[in-house]
């Protein structure tokens, strides 16, 4: 995970990042906070008991510090109703969680759909996929709303500001 956040220099200090459908994988939320993101690590099942209870110990075993681990803040939320007010969030990730989230029977495009409502004005959507195939798809699905690239399985996606209005 350190090597697809190292070289996208638009998480740092400052930035607030939502990991979206977290489950108990508490690397990506690490990996970011410790470059000074603040993550919010979300999923609407009960894994966010064990999510919580892998910082514990990784921080009882000091392989994370107590400063990195506080930018770090699990919450059980449904990614259709994020709670969060418009335009505050600066990265969403959805790594390997879309699948997912379509077995629980979340609509990708719902989902999507609320996160660009986070989103603030040029913010990312980051998704990982486990194929091409489903990756490609997904971008599909993104580029009907954001501006998107894709490099393989993972597909990142741009919000821009909305147009000035003419009149």
């Known amino acids: 995970m350190k090597k697809e956040f190292a070289s996208i220099p638009f998480f740092g200090p400052g930035k607030k990042v939502i990991d979206i459908g977290c489950w108990d994988n508490i690397e990506p939320s690490i990996t970011l906070a410790s470059k000074g993101t603040t993550v919010f690590a979300i999923d609407r099942y009960q894994k966010m008991a064990e999510f919580k209870e892998k910082l514990l110990n990784s921080i009882?075993?000091?392989k994370v510090s107590k400063e990195i681990s506080e930018k770090i803040i699990p919450l059980k939320a449904n990614a259709i109703n994020l709670p969060f007010p418009e335009q505050c969030i600066d990265g969403i990730l959805f790594l390997y969680s879309v699948s997912w989230l379509e077995q629980f029977g979340t609509e990708p495009l719902i989902a999507y759909?609320?996160?660009?409502?986070?989103?603030?004005?040029?913010?990312?959507?980051?998704?990982?996929?486990?194929?091409?195939?489903?990756?490609?798809?997904?971008?599909?699905?993104?580029?009907?709303?954001?501006k998107t690239e894709r490099s393989g399985n993972v597909i990142i996606g741009k919000k821009f500001a909305p147009e000035e209005k003419l009149f």
């Open 60 to 62: 009882e075993n000091k």
């Open 113 to 146: 759909k609320e996160a660009i409502r986070v989103l603030k004005d040029d913010g990312l959507v980051i998704i990982t996929e486990s194929n091409i195939e489903r990756a490609i798809t997904q971008e599909r699905f993104l580029n009907t709303m954001m």
